[in-house]
T-cell receptor, first 112, second 115 residues
């Protein structure tokens, strides 16, 4: 079962920042937080991941609270093409590569 | 940059037939994962391979089998197809790395329809 809780849907005005929250209160010390998105039945697209420090790349920023029990994905300037289902995934990181366990995700609608 | 290639993109089969889905990972990726996404559902992990050996097993039916070949490509073989097997099948690949740092990258999927 997924170890994360996300709101089922959110709206965001085009050009504004989209802030997508995720709760993972049972996260373990060796688990990463990953974010993926899926645009209308395309393959899930990797966005960003982090362990405990905030992370930023060309797509988004990831803010992880100090107690690691929640995080926020920030799309700084949302466009219509960012409309998608966003998945927050906690991934066991003991050794090697482990599969992703997808929860329900947040359906983000960017509105013109 | 090269991505994960899946074939075919679309496949139509009838009940009780067999199907083979193929996945070609990103060059130098050594781990392959298969996921199934039913209509209106979220992706569910089926099975994964590392260096031609099964790595993890999820909710893969006994009617399905998969393997990874020496060139790292993978095939998902499905037999005795049922209506409920109609779904999107995604393949993902990654580099094996310590402590789960290596993200998985997904292909565009195969849409399987069972008539």
């Amino acid at each position: 079962d997924a170890k994360t809780t996300q709101p089922p849907s959110m709206d965001c005005a085009e050009g504004r920042a989209a802030n997508l929250p995720c709760n993972h209160s049972t996260i373990s010390g060796n688990e990463y937080v990953y974010w993926y998105r899926q645009i209308h039945s395309q393959g899930p697209q990797y966005i960003i991941h982090g362990l405990k420090n905030n992370e930023t790349n060309e797509m988004a920023s990831l803010i992880i609270t100090e107690d690691r029990k929640s995080s926020t994905l920030i799309l700084p300037h949302a466009t219509l093409r960012d409309t998608a289902v966003y998945y927050c995934i906690v991934r066991v990181a003991t050794s090697g590569n482990t599969p992703l366990v997808f929860g329900k995700g947040t359906r983000l609608s960017v509105i013109a | 940059a090269a991505g994960v290639i899946q074939s075919p993109r679309h496949l139509i089969k009838e009940k009780r037939e067999t199907a083979t889905l193929k996945c070609y990972p990103i060059p130098r990726h050594d781990t392959v994962y298969w996921y199934q996404q039913g209509p209106g559902q979220d992706p569910q992990f089926l099975i994964s391979f590392y260096e031609k050996m099964q790595s993890d097993k999820g909710s893969i039916p006994d009617r399905f089998s998969a393997q990874q070949f020496s060139d790292y490509h993978s095939e998902l073989n499905m037999s005795s197809l049922e209506l409920g097997d109609s779904a999107l099948y995604f393949c993902a690949s990654s580099l094996r790395g310590s402590q789960g740092r290596q993200p998985q990258h997904f292909g565009d999927g195969t849409r399987l329809s069972i008539l």
